[in-house]
Each structure stands twice: as structure tokens, then as C-alpha cells.
T-cell receptor, first 114, second 114 residues
Framework: DQQVKQNSPSLSVQEGRISILNCDYTNSMFDYFLWYKKYPAEGPTFLIS?????DKNEDGRFTVFLNKSAKHLSLHIVPSQPGDSAVYFCAASGSKSGGNQFYFGTGTSLTVIP | NAGVTQTPKFRVLKTGQSMTLLCAQD?????MYWYRQDPGMGLRLIHYSVGEGTTAKGEVPDGYNVSRLKKQNFLLGLESAAPSQTSVYFC?????????????FGPGTRLTVT
């Protein structure tokens, strides 16, 4: 059973506009969340993280929002650039339950149109 | 500083053949992981290691074995390959356990079993 879900397989956005990628999770023990970016034929690279003690974390053009009551997180990219075109994975882990592994979503393919 | 490297990049096996995938990291990380990525499934953890000489099962360990004889290397073995093991395999390493530390990924190994 998928504990981390990304229900949108793909998303297209115009350059300069905001990209919003969504992720839902089912395990209430998760308390650390990350976003990874993946280009074709490369491994995922870490983008941004957030722990459950926060509801927002910002790094340049990237902001992650966490809504614990809804078990939902989102990644905002503003402004979107063509180089942001990639597959984005969210991942979650639970330090309180051992935290030995991350659970990954299935990914959202973002295309930023010039 | 090469980060995480994987050998080989591509491999084609026949059913029943065996092979070993090699992962090496030069970041002095204690923790190492093997994942597989399949279409529509995201990344799933096969095995992981919390230090030299230790290994543990992840989400999908059946059909695989691992060894961590040296801190910098993590080997993934397939004793008798099956078509269901056709996948892209990613190795990752981290400074600490999942709950609080991001993972650094290698470029992947694309394995086809015919």
C-alpha cells in the first residue's frame, strides 16, 4: 500500500509562472519530508526538506508547505524556469518509528514551457 | 569528490544468471541504501546498511542480497535473475538515518533481464 502519493503524474506550466506540486501521505508517524528532483538518466538530487515542527520552509525559488492535519505537503516553484523541467519525488520518513527508510511517491513530471 | 558512483551503468542478463552491482561513496557516510525504480511505483527500498559489516532488509528484499565489507562500498547481488527484476537500480548514502538527513544518490544502473 502506497504510503506517499503523488496523484498528478504530470504538470505543465508557463515560464515565469508558479508551479505547485502536491503530495499526500497516510502514515501519521511521518515527521520528516523531502523533495527530490530527477533529470533523465541521472539519480535524484535533494531539493528541499521540512520537519513536522514547521509548516513552511523556503529556499530561494522553492518553498515547501506542510499541512499535518490534512497529511499533505506541496512544493511551490516561483518563478518557474525551463531548467526546472524534471520529475519531482516527495519522500517521507518517521524518526519516532525508527526512521530507517524513506517512502517515496511515484513522482510528478514537470514541464516548464518557454 | 565523486559523490556516489555505481557500476555498471547498463546490463542485460538472461533469466537465471547472477550479477553484482557495485556502489561506492567518498563522503564518509555511515548509511547506504539500494533502491529500485519501476514505472508508476516510485523508488522502493531493497536493502540498507547502517554501517560497515551491517545490512538490513527494506521494503522489497526478496531475490537480492547485499554486503558492506568496507564503509565506502555497498554491493547488491542477484543470485538468479528474473524478468521481474528488470528495473533501474539506485544506490544512495547519507550521513545519518532517514529521519533528518537527506540521501545522496548515484546515477543508476539500468538492468534488463530477458
Amino acid at each position: 500500500d502506497q504510503q506517499v502519493k503523488q496523484n498528478s503524474p504530470s504538470l505543465s506550466v508557463q515560464e515565469g509562472r508558479i508551479s505547485i506540486l502536491n503530495c499526500d501521505y497516510t502514515n501519521s508517524m511521518f515527521d520528516y519530508f523531502l523533495w527530490y528532483k530527477k533529470y533523465p538518466a541521472e539519480g535524484p538530487t535533494f531539493l528541499i526538506s521540512i520537519s513536522s515542527i514547521k509548516d513552511k520552509n523556503e529556499d530561494g525559488r522553492f518553498t515547501v508547505f506542510l499541512n499535518k492535519s490534512a497529511k499533505h505537503l506541496s512544493l511551490h516553484i516561483v518563478p518557474s524556469q525551463p531548467g526546472d523541467s524534471a520529475v519531482y519525488f516527495c519522500a517521507a520518513s518517521g524518526s519516532k518509528s525508527g526512521g530507517n527508510q524513506f517512502y517515496f511517491g511515484t513522482g510528478t513530471s514537470l514541464t516548464v514551457i518557454p | 569528490n565523486a559523490g556516489v558512483t555505481q557500476t555498471p551503468k547498463f546490463r542485460v542478463l538472461k533469466t537465471g544468471q547472477s550479477m553484482t552491482l557495485l556502489c561506492a561513496q567518498d563522503m564518509n557516510h555511515e548509511y547506504m541504501y539500494w533502491y529500485r525504480q519501476d514505472p508508476g511505483m516510485g523508488l522502493r527500498l531493497i536493502h540498507y546498511s547502517v554501517g560497515e559489516g551491517t545490512t538490513a532488509k527494506g521494503e522489497v528484499p526478496d531475490g537480492y542480497n547485499v554486503s558492506r565489507l568496507k564503509k565506502q562500498n555497498f554491493l547488491l547481488g542477484l543470485e538468479s535473475a528474473a524478468p521481474s527484476q528488470t528495473s533501474v537500480y539506485f544506490c544512495a548514502s547519507s550521513k545519518g538515518l532517514a529521519g533528518g538527513y537527506e540521501q545522496y544518490f548515484g546515477p543508476g544502473t539500468r538492468l534488463t533481464v530477458t
